[in-house]
C-alpha cells in the first residue's frame, strides 16, 4: 500500500513536488548550470577545509576526553558537579558524568550510559527519560568551543557556555513537567530496580601506565574519526544548502557565476522582516545570522561549517559567537537525534514533547547568551 499524506495525496507527488519547487526556484534565480556548479564547489570547499578541521578537533578532543575517562578526571569532575544537579535540574547526582561525557563527545553517550542499570538506578522514570533533554544541550560541547576559540575569540565562548547551561536547564526541567502531565506515576516509579541489575565481569588485570595511555589516545583518536565522518553528511549536504539561500551573487559583478559560496539570499530576507526580533532577542547585527540556529536543528557541525564564511563576510562578532555557542551546544543537531534516543531508551512516544522542550531551551540560551555577553560589554 502506497503511504499518502493529507489522506489522499500519494507521498511521492508531495515529494517531487517539494523538490522541483525547491531546486526550480535555485535554477530560476541562479541558471541551472551555475546552481550545480555552486553546490558542487561549495560542498568540495566544506569537506577540504571545514569538514577536515573538524575531524582534527574531534580526533583530539577525542584523545583528551578518553584520557579524561581512564585516569580518574571525569568521576572527579562528576564529584565536584554533583551538588549542582538537584537544584537545578532536579536530577541525581550521577548525572553530572553524563553532562561531563557529552561535553566531551556527542549526544548518544548519555543513553550508553543510561544502558547501565547500576546509573539508571539512581533515577525515577521521569528525570531518566528527561536525560535525552539533558545530555543533549552539552552535546559536542568542547567541540564547539574549541571551534570558536579556534576563530580567534576566548571570553564569548564561556558566555555561551552558560547560556547553553540556562537553556538545559529549562529543556530538562519543562521535559519532566510533560512526562508526569503524561505519566503521573512515573513521578514516583523507579527507572531500574535491584532485580533488573545484571552482573558484570570486571576485568582485575592492570594494564602498564604507558599501555594505558597509549591505549587511551588511540581509542578516543578513533572514536573522534568516527565522529568526524558523521558530520561530513550534515556539513555537506544542509551547510550547502543554507548557504544557498544565504548568500547572495558575485560582489564584484552581481551576477551568478557558479562560484562556491553564491546564493539567492532568501533567508536573509526572512530575516529582515523579523530583525527587530532577532536583534532583541540573540542581537544579531546582520539578517544573514539566523541560518546559524536553523542549521543547528538539524546538526551542529554542519553549522559551525557556515562560521568562516560569515566571518569573511564581517558578520561576526563577539555576541554572535556567545548566541552561537549557546545554541550549538544547546540544540547539537536534536531534531536529528531525539527520535532515535528516545527510542532507544523506550520511550519513543514522548519524542513531541522532547522536541518542543529543547526548542524552546534552545531560544532561551540564545537569550541568556545575549544578554550576558550585553553585560559582559559594559564591565
Given at each position: 500500500?502506497?503511504?499518502?499524506l493529507?489522506?489522499?495525496?500519494?507521498?511521492?507527488?508531495?515529494?517531487?513536488?517539494?523538490?522541483?519547487l525547491?531546486?526550480?526556484?535555485?535554477?530560476?534565480?541562479?541558471?541551472?548550470?551555475?546552481?550545480?556548479?555552486?553546490?558542487?564547489?561549495?560542498?568540495?570547499?566544506?569537506?577540504l577545509?571545514?569538514?577536515?578541521?573538524?575531524?582534527?578537533?574531534?580526533?583530539?578532543?577525542?584523545a583528551?576526553?578518553?584520557?579524561?575517562?581512564?585516569?580518574g578526571?571525569?568521576?572527579?569532575?562528576e564529584?565536584?558537579?554533583?551538588?549542582?544537579?538537584?537544584?537545578?535540574?532536579?536530577?541525581?547526582?550521577?548525572a553530572?558524568?553524563?553532562?561531563?561525557?557529552?561535553?566531551?563527545?556527542?549526544?548518544p553517550?548519555?543513553?550508553?550510559?543510561?544502558?547501565?542499570?547500576?546509573?539508571?538506578?539512581?533515577?525515577?522514570?521521569f528525570?531518566?527519560?528527561?536525560?535525552?533533554n539533558?545530555?543533549?544541550a552539552?552535546?559536542?560541547?568542547?567541540?564547539?568551543?574549541?571551534?570558536?576559540?579556534?576563530?580567534?575569540?576566548f571570553?564569548?565562548?564561556?558566555?555561551?557556555?552558560?547560556?547553553?547551561?540556562?537553556?538545559?536547564?529549562?529543556s530538562?526541567?519543562?521535559?519532566?513537567?510533560?512526562?508526569?502531565?503524561?505519566?503521573?506515576?512515573?513521578?514516583?516509579?523507579?527507572?531500574?530496580?535491584?532485580?533488573?541489575?545484571?552482573?558484570e565481569?570486571?576485568?582485575?588485570?592492570?594494564?602498564?601506565?604507558?599501555?594505558?595511555i597509549?591505549?587511551?589516545?588511540?581509542?578516543?583518536?578513533?572514536?573522534?574519526?568516527?565522529?568526524?565522518?558523521?558530520?561530513?553528511?550534515?556539513?555537506?549536504i544542509?551547510?550547502?544548502?543554507?548557504m544557498?539561500?544565504?548568500?547572495?551573487?558575485?560582489?564584484?559583478?552581481?551576477?551568478?557565476?557558479?562560484?562556491?559560496y553564491?546564493g539567492?539570499?532568501?533567508?536573509?530576507?526572512?530575516?529582515?522582516k523579523?530583525?527587530?526580533?532577532?536583534?532583541?532577542?540573540?542581537?544579531?547585527?546582520?539578517p544573514?545570522?539566523?541560518?546559524?540556529?536553523?542549521t543547528a536543528?538539524?546538526?551542529?557541525?554542519?553549522?559551525?561549517?557556515?562560521?568562516?564564511?560569515?566571518?569573511?563576510?564581517?558578520?561576526?562578532?563577539?555576541?554572535a559567537?556567545?548566541?552561537?555557542?549557546?545554541?550549538?551546544m544547546?540544540?547539537?543537531?536534536?531534531?536529528?537525534?531525539?527520535?532515535?534516543?528516545?527510542?532507544?531508551?523506550?520511550?519513543?512516544?514522548?519524542?513531541?514533547?522532547?522536541?518542543?522542550?529543547?526548542?524552546?531551551?534552545?531560544?532561551?540560551?540564545?537569550?541568556?547568551?545575549?544578554?550576558a555577553?550585553?553585560?559582559?560589554?559594559?564591565?
Amino acid at each position: 500500500m502506497k503511504k499518502k499524506l493529507f489522506g489522499w495525496i500519494p507521498a511521492g507527488v508531495i515529494c517531487l513536488a517539494v523538490f522541483f519547487l525547491l531546486f526550480g526556484y535555485l535554477g530560476y534565480k541562479m541558471g541551472a548550470a551555475n546552481m550545480l556548479n555552486t553546490i558542487m564547489k561549495t560542498s568540495h570547499d566544506l569537506l577540504l577545509n571545514t569538514v577536515f578541521y573538524l575531524m582534527a578537533i574531534c580526533v583530539v578532543t577525542g584523545a583528551i576526553g578518553k584520557i579524561f575517562v581512564e585516569f580518574g578526571v571525569v568521576k572527579m569532575l562528576e564529584k565536584l558537579l554533583r551538588p549542582l544537579m538537584k537544584p537545578l535540574f532536579n536530577l541525581p547526582g550521577v548525572a553530572s558524568l553524563g553532562a561531563v561525557l557529552t561535553f566531551l563527545s556527542d549526544n548518544p553517550a548519555i543513553i550508553s550510559l543510561a544502558q547501565d542499570k547500576r546509573f539508571a538506578t539512581y533515577f525515577k522514570k521521569f528525570q531518566f527519560i528527561s536525560l535525552t533533554n539533558f545530555g543533549t544541550a552539552f552535546g559536542m560541547g568542547l567541540l564547539v568551543i574549541v571551534f570558536m576559540i579556534g576563530q580567534g575569540y576566548f571570553a564569548a565562548p564561556v558566555i555561551g557556555l552558560c547560556g547553553a547551561i540556562a537553556g538545559c536547564i529549562i529543556s530538562t526541567r519543562i521535559m519532566q513537567h510533560f512526562v508526569i502531565k503524561e505519566y503521573p506515576n512515573f513521578a514516583v516509579e523507579p527507572a531500574a530496580t535491584a532485580e533488573q541489575l545484571a552482573e558484570e565481569a570486571h576485568d582485575d588485570y592492570e594494564k602498564p601506565l604507558f599501555q594505558r595511555i597509549l591505549d587511551s589516545l588511540l581509542d578516543g583518536g578513533r572514536s573522534g574519526v568516527d565522529v568526524g565522518l558523521a558530520i561530513i553528511p550534515g556539513v555537506l549536504i544542509i551547510s550547502t544548502l543554507v548557504m544557498l539561500f544565504t548568500f547572495g551573487p558575485d560582489k564584484t559583478s552581481g551576477e551568478f557565476t557558479g562560484a562556491a559560496y553564491q546564493g539567492v539570499e532568501l533567508l536573509p530576507w526572512i530575516g529582515s522582516k523579523l530583525q527587530i526580533v532577532f536583534d532583541w532577542l540573540f542581537g544579531f547585527a546582520d539578517p544573514h545570522l539566523i541560518a546559524f540556529p536553523i542549521t543547528a536543528l538539524g546538526a551542529v557541525g554542519a553549522a559551525l561549517g557556515l562560521i568562516p564564511g560569515f566571518a569573511a563576510e564581517g558578520w561576526v562578532d563577539g555576541n554572535a559567537i556567545a548566541v552561537f555557542t549557546a545554541i550549538g551546544m544547546c540544540w547539537s543537531g536534536y531534531l536529528s537525534t531525539h527520535t532515535a534516543m528516545l527510542d532507544t531508551l523506550g520511550y519513543r512516544q514522548l519524542t513531541s514533547k522532547a522536541i518542543i522542550a529543547h526548542t524552546i531551551g534552545g531560544f532561551v540560551a540564545g537569550i541568556v547568551a545575549h544578554w550576558a555577553f550585553v553585560l559582559y560589554s559594559l564591565i
